[in-house]
């Protein structure tokens, strides 16, 4: 069965910088696009990164709130996903969640905890 498995949080200090990891198993790793999404503090679920590969390449995507400091990036080989995150702010504080899309249900990791605070 499909499964997605996040590490990388924690607690880092405004400025930081950390690197989260989504493990996937289950399913054909390197068909599938992958997302990102993170839940602030009495916020909704909000998409912050997409990967996916086709013909012509990688694509990408990042929301105005991540772009510039956040990174996604997938090995194919290690069925892994990951998001590089820089310029940390305590409003990035939030649990991070990594998912796919696979005929029309989404699968979601269970989420990793990424406190920005001094």
């Known amino acids: 069965q499909v499964q997605l498995v996040e590490s990388g949080g924690g607690l880092v200090q405004p400025g930081g910088s950390l690197r989260l990891s989504c493990a996937a198993s289950?399913?054909?790793?390197?068909?599938?696009?992958m997302f990102w999404y993170r839940q602030g503090p009495g916020e909704e679920r909000r998409l912050i990164a997409t990967?996916?590969?086709?013909?012509?390449?990688?694509?990408?995507f990042y929301s105005d709130s991540v772009k510039g400091r956040f990174t996604v990036s997938k090995d194919d080989a290690k069925n892994t996903m990951h998001l590089q995150m820089g310029s940390l702010k305590p409003e990035d504080t939030a649990v991070y969640y990594c998912?796919?899309?696979?005929?029309?249900?989404?699968?979601w990791g269970q989420g990793t905890q990424v406190t920005v605070s001094s």
């Open positions: 998912a796919t899309l696979i005929g029309g249900t989404t699968y």
């Open positions: 289950g399913f054909a790793f390197d068909v599938y696009a």
């Open positions: 990967i996916s590969d086709s013909d012509s390449g990688t694509f990408t």
